[in-house]
Structures are given as C-alpha cells and as structure tokens.
C-alpha cells in the first residue's frame, strides 16, 4: 500500500508523513530528498541555475520511479508535484492520495522565516502564497482521495485522522496498525 501526501509548501507533509510512516511500519519516501540526491544539490540551487521547467522533468521522473516500486510507504511529495497532469494521474492511480490542505494565511505563518524555499524567496511570500493556492488548490483536489483540513491540529491528531479515513474507506484494518491509543470498544 502507498500513501501519499500532496499539499503547498509547509502543509505538513514531510512531519505527518513521518509519523505516519512510523505508526505503518512503513518507510517514509520524501521526493524532495531523492530529487536532491540524484541531482548531488538543493533544490533550491537546481531551480536557481536550470529554472522550474527542468526542475519539475526531473520530479516527475522520481514519482514515476517511486509509483512503480510498488510495496508499502508513505510519499511525501514537494508542493508543486501535481502541477502537471501526468503527475496527478500517477499519484492517484498509484497510490491513495491525502491533500493537507491549509489556508494561505496559515502556511505564511509556518513560512515566513523559511529561506530554502525558492518560490517563496519574493518581496510579499503571503501574496504568493495565495497565488499558488489559487492555482494549486484545484490540482490537490483533483488528485486527492481524501482531504485532512490541517489547520491547528496536533501532528498526532493528523496522523489519527489519516487512519481513521483509511479504517472507513476499507483500505487499512486498524487491528494491524500499532497505535499508541487504545479506545474502548
């Protein structure tokens, strides 16, 4: 089974899906971190020297590697992966798909000391952090299985969400999964 997290920059995607992947006993799958790897730098001095249409070649690249792997994990996806249609379609065919959605308010307030994300390096981040989510918010939704509002809840909280939306939906038995709360029945 694969999981995967899409949302904007600061989501909460790379935290969550940590914990999620520790709670499954999976392995956590940042497609950020593998895109670095194979590049041998940032993301940030990527975009820098070879601009955001050679950037999002080589992260379609990895999601298509990372779809067809197949077995158990937990993807975290960079915020602009479901920018091109290709994308949308692998995730969503691939793998249960779980958009973190957060407000553009909420997310300049995560951001707004961050320096390494590059389209945030601009005079007003939290106007374009509304112009991505204007642009972006209809992509997740398409993509996405489910929907975690992520607002002020706890890491732990999201988490427990995520699994319940899997108990309902008949895709996780949450007899198997290790939990750290145990509710009466």
Known sequence: MVLTLVGMPGSGKSTVGRQLARRLGFPLVDTDALIERRLRQTIKSYFEAHGEESFRDVESQVLGEVMRDG???????????????????????????????????????????????????????????????????????????????????????????ILMQLELAGILDARRVPSSVVLPR
Not at 94 to 105: A, D, I, K, N, R
Not at 114 to 122: I, S
Not at 136 to 155: M, N, Q, W
């Open 71 to 161: 077995g158990n994990a937990v993807v975290s996806t960079g915020g602009g992966a479901v920018l091109r249609a290709v994308n949308r379609q692998i995730l969503r065919q691939g793998s249960t798909v779980f958009y973190l959605q957060s407000s553009p308010e909420e997310l300049f307030r995560r951001l707004r000391h961050d320096t390494q994300r590059p389209l945030l390096q601009v005079a007003n981040p939290l106007a374009k952090l509304r112009e991505l989510y204007a642009q972006r918010d209809p992509l997740y939704r398409e993509t996405a299985h489910f929907i975690i509002e992520t607002g002020r809840p706890s890491v732990t909280t999201l988490v427990n969400m």
